[in-house]
């Protein structure tokens, strides 16, 4: 006999990543994929028509650029039919290393433009679109503990002030956002294992880094992206306007 009174399937999920040619950005594009969400990756590096690989279909996108993110999440509508995504992580970023009294007005320009400005215009437009429809929404933003802590090693003013500056555009958005049914949070990952991690290259400040990482190791890209999925995900429902480390208790040492 058949249920005519079965529950509906789930709609899907849908996410969009950006910097999802490497490091946290594509651990965050994979793991979503294999665990159900429908996926559009934007990246620099990313094909100019959408091609898909491993579930995920990968645009090129520059997220300092007004017209290219626009344009990416216009390409992202037309995969989805005109339906908004459900989640946006934005992990896509430039680090740079450089003592403040060396820091150029060019070189903090290009730092907060990637960081800071690409953090918004991202975040405005999953979010314009989030809003705009029916249910809950959620934003993830990359921030660092640079945000949160100084650094000797690898001192760099204008990418910890680029991370600061991520971490209250978080807060904002949860608040205004938030009678939307959409939230917003920052994630703060430490020392993670990815290319974009320069401090490897030099064995001795390596090892000076991790023994100060209460953990006694450095972080995998899936660990910071099993926390963005959860902050996307229903589970996280009621955290909003959230700042939450990935440091192997880096920050609290």
Not at 74 to 96: I, Q, S
Not at 107 to 133: F, I
Request: glycine share 10%.
């Amino acid at each position: 006999m058949t249920d005519t009174h079965a529950a509906a399937p789930p709609p899907p999920r849908r996410l969009v990543v950006t910097g999802c040619g490497s490091g946290i950005g594509r651990a965050t594009a994979l793991l979503a994929a294999r665990t159900g969400w429908s996926v559009v990756g934007l990246d620099v590096t990313g094909p100019e028509q959408p091609a898909t690989r491993n579930g995920v279909r990968s645009i090129r996108c520059d997220v300092g650029d007004e017209t290219s993110v626009a344009a990416a999440f216009a390409t992202a509508d037309e995969l989805w039919e005109g339906a908004a995504p459900t989640a946006v992580v934005h992990c896509a970023g430039v680090y740079r290393v450089k003592p403040a009294v060396y820091t150029t007005a060019a070189d903090w320009d290009a730092v907060l433009a990637l960081n800071a400005r690409g953090s918004l215009l991202v975040a405005a437009a999953g979010g314009r679109r989030m809003t705009a429809a029916p249910g809950p929404g959620s934003v993830v933003l990359l921030s660092s503990i640079g945000a949160v802590r100084g650094e000797v090693g690898e001192p760099s003013a204008a990418y910890s002030a680029s991370k600061g500056a991520v971490v209250s555009l978080a807060r904002q958005l949860a608040v205004e956002w938030g009678p939307d049914e959409v939230r917003c949070n920052a994630v703060l990952p430490g020392v993670i294992d990815t290319p974009m991690t320069t401090v490897t290259q030099d064995p001795d400040a390596f090892r000076e880094v991790v023994r100060r990482i209460p953990a006694g190791r450095t972080g995998t890209a899936e660990e910071v992206a099993r926390l963005c999925l959860f902050l996307a995900s229903d589970a996280a429902s009621f955290v909003n306007g959230a700042a939450i480390p990935v440091d192997g208790g880096q920050s609290a040492a």
